[in-house]
């Protein structure tokens, strides 16, 4: 799966759609921040040497020549024995070294001298030009995720636009014709449609970009048109149900004959029949295009979100740039509270539990029933113990624990 993923093309995104993106190019600070020495405080900026001594009991008496606020060019310059008032991020005058916290001095009524309380060495309370990023530093690396901090950072020198890997397309259908969507009455045999809507969900808090293509009927023509779309729209697809051996399973006739599939069977639970290829991409007039891979999940719903997390997530990822140690949810080792049984079947199973992190220790307790069918469960639950073939797990024994966003910390 990871090797018909590949990365994305870098290109140019906008700072303000950039975040959770991965840069594809160093940024360099063409300026410095701050780009020039300035106050962290409101007071009086003053010479160190003009204030050495000074005490509640015999104050430095300075005159004061001129106010700078933010915002001000602050092409005064200060004098021996002057003081210049002060606001906090105002740039500091020439013949200054250091700023005096106005808690600690006493204005004359005219305003005209300041009594100063305390000595200051110098550099007090100034920020240099450059204290933070200094020019020409290197600020972020190639692979780095853009967060808010990112976009913070990099608005603060200039950048209105970043190069990076874009979020994929994922183009979500589910099949089926005991599917009804919404809250349209249920006929006999028939359930409603949750797998397409949790799996635009998990795409989009994943940070790709979904494009809902339907609830499908088991419908030959119709799968191949919403297929031959997604390939002209997406750089992936999920699809969910009709890809194991059913009579009516056309989503697995249609890739077979418009993709290069394989099918296979996992030896997992929840998931089982797992389906991973590629369609033709671009329109048709690009017939270079790069191949769109394609994720055939199963229809259960834990079984489609399980697999999703175990195979699809970490693809997609590798298409946005992240770095191989990147790719999966993060694991740890937990004490089971509770039993967490299963029987041997020669499978690995994921069973759907609770976590809290308490005096040190991860904690974990089962979420509910494990059926693949049994979705609240999953709703519950904010990661998957990794249950190796056995009787599963007693309690007060560690486990291996795979962490789901919204994991309890």
Known sequence: ??????????????????????????????????????????????????????????????????????????????????????????????????????????????????????????????RPAGDDIAIGQQVFAVGDVITPGHIGVLASLGFTEVRAHRRPRVGVFSTGDELVEGGLPLGPGQIRDSNRITLLALVAESGFDGVDLGCLPDDEAVIAEALERAGRECDAVITTGGVSMGDYDFVKVVLDRIGEMRWMQIAIKPSKPLAFGTIAGGPDEAPAAPRVPVFGLPGNPVSSTVSYELFARPALRQMMGHAPSALDRPRVLAVADGPLRRRPDGKTHFARVVTRYEDGVHRVTSAGGQGSHQLSAMAFADGLAVLPDGDGVEPGATVEVIVLDGARR
């Open 1 to 126: 799966m990871l090797a018909g993923c590949p990365p994305l093309p870098a290109e140019t995104i906008a700072l303000a759609d950039a975040r959770g993106c991965v840069l594809a190019e160093a940024v360099v600070a063409a300026e410095a921040i701050p780009p020039f020495a300035n106050s962290a405080m409101d007071g009086f900026a003053v010479h160190a040497a003009d204030v050495a001594g000074a005490s509640v009991d015999a104050p430095a008496v300075l005159t004061v020549v001129a106010t700078i606020k933010a915002g001000d060019a602050g092409d005064v310059a200060l004098g021996p024995g002057e003081a210049i008032r002060i606001m906090t991020g105002a740039p500091v005058p020439a013949g200054a070294d250091s700023v005096v916290m106005v808690e600690r001095t006493v204005v004359a009524d005219d305003g005209a001298t300041v009594e100063v309380l305390e000595a200051v060495e110098a550099g007090t309370s100034v």
